[in-house]
Nanobody, 124 residues
Framework: QVQLVESGGGLVQAGGSLRISCAAS????????MGWFRQAPGKERKFVAA????????FYADSVKGRFTISRDNAKSTVSLQMDSLKPEDTAVYYC?????????????????WGQGTQVTVSS
């Protein structure tokens, strides 16, 4: 059974940085393209970033482009999201997702497995 476990969330001031990670188990990590989504209270889940199987192709939502960086370590079965210049509107629960037969990176339906989420709160 594939499991995704996020870590590293917390409270940070606006303008600060935070790094969240996701550890995968249960299958060869390079079988998956990986994505990050987020969901703010009362809002729908939205795409944040994604990365291809080898890590050579990252994708970002316009709202985070230039501030967030996605990376993966296939040897350690982890994917990370470095978040810089954080804004209060980045406050959300961040979810890690894994896709075997990857399609459009921002489409939640292409992801087969999801983590439980980690809370990121940015104070103004």
């Amino acid at each position: 059974q594939v499991q995704l476990v996020e870590s590293g969330g917390g409270l940070v001031q606006a303008g600060g940085s935070l790094r969240i990670s996701c550890a995968a188990s249960g299958r060869t990590f390079s079988d998956f393209a990986m994505g990050w989504f987020r969901q703010a209270p009362g809002k729908e889940r939205k795409f944040v970033a994604a990365i291809s199987y080898s890590g050579s192709s990252p994708f970002y939502a316009d709202s985070v482009k230039g501030r967030f960086t996605i990376s993966r370590d296939n040897a350690k079965s982890t994917v990370s999201l470095q978040m810089d210049s954080l804004k209060p509107e980045d406050t959300a629960v961040y979810y890690c997702a894994a896709s075997i037969n990857w399609g459009p990176p921002a489409t939640a339906q292409v992801y087969d497995y999801w983590g439980q989420g980690t809370q990121v709160t940015v104070s103004s």
